[in-house]
């Protein structure tokens, strides 16, 4: 049984070992791979593993050997499944295991918004404290979380995490998206439409899968809605993202701020317009990259292959 990972510096630069997919199989591990080599180095293999390198209808007709796609992901937008699975070839993905740690990168991005944590530590160890007349300063004005309101889009699993956690800040939580049934938060939620939660939220948090039919869908009209003292928060997917108007929308005052971990490209290009725009955190999609959700990922991703090995696969999204 061949194996192939295509790009798995990311799940393991160095601390998150292969071993035990290894034991299931002849397994290659490339860091990264470029397009022009996806072919080359996939030939053969009965199992590839990919986190961002895509795998098209185009490149699939060459594998003729590939029956199973592990991806190193939840989101699986990066394989054409539908071409998968006319081929025959199952696709599974990792339906959780960075939970904990995107929801903690939520709130990472929020506390900066609101405290400038950075900005102040920064000033201090620039001399601004030393030389200051009062026993404090600030730069930036803080802002206190109790009694705002924390509007959701995508009430999954970690969209209900982050619900919760804004509700031990004292937030009340609007949702949008997602399944009301079973949830034990669901007494404690106002539910809302997409329009209705920009429009009442004091922060959006987007948790959505990225589709043909939202791609954009935070545009120009959208953040025109919030209100100049909110924030947005994509700790999703960038192309979910309008991000020209949402630049444009920073400048302008439209709202009060935004931060992200995603971008629509990625590596972020120089030319991406939230590079210079006003008050915007970005981060290098690092949410979901904290070692134990990492390990999480290694562990689901080899009871993945090991289930489609014994004829059963589990957590095929085709």
């Known amino acids: 049984m061949k194996l192939v990972v295509l790009d798995g510096y990311t799940l393991n630069p160095g601390d998150n070992p292969w071993d035990a997919l290894g034991r299931l199989g002849a397994l290659t591990v490339y860091d990264r791979t470029p397009p022009s080599l996806i072919v080359a180095r996939a030939a053969g293999a009965d199992v590839v593993l990919t986190n961002k390198t895509p795998l098209t209808a185009e490149t699939l007709a060459q594998l003729p050997a590939l029956r199973f796609i592990a991806v190193l992901a939840t989101g699986y937008n990066i394989v054409d499944v539908a071409a998968a699975r006319v081929r025959q070839i199952a696709v599974s993905n990792v339906p959780e295991y960075g939970t904990e ?12 918004l609101c405290q400038r944590v950075g900005l102040h530590d920064a000033a201090v160890h620039a001399g601004e404290w030393t030389t200051a007349p009062d026993f404090c300063f600030w730069k930036s004005p803080s802002i206190e979380l109790a009694g705002l309101t924390m509007g959701i889009v995508g009430f999954g699993r970690i969209g209900q995490r982050v619900a919760t956690l804004a509700q031990a800040f004292g937030m009340d ?146």
């Open 101 to 112: 740690s995107v929801a903690q990168h939520v709130f990472a991005l929020l506390l900066e």
């Open 173 to 318: 939580v609007i949702a949008a998206g997602g399944s009301r049934r079973g949830q034990p938060l669901a007494s404690q939620v106002t539910w809302a439409d997409i329009p209705e939660t920009f429009t009442r939220a004091d922060v959006v948090s987007l948790h959505c899968p990225l589709t043909a039919d939202n791609a954009g869908f935070v545009n120009r009209a959208v953040l025109r809605s919030m209100r100049p003292s909110a924030f947005l928060i994509n700790t999703a997917r960038g192309g979910l993202v309008d991000e020209p108007a949402l630049a444009a929308g920073l400048d302008a005052g439209w709202l009060a701020g935004a931060a992200v971990d995603v971008v629509s490209v990625e590596p972020m290009r120089p030319d991406n317009p939230l590079l210079a725009a006003r008050n915007c955190i970005i981060t290098p999609h690092i949410a979901w990259a904290s070692l134990a959700a990492r390990r999480r990922l290694m562990a689901t991703t080899v009871r993945n292959v090991e289930a489609f090995l014994a004829g059963q696969p589990i957590n095929v999204v085709n």
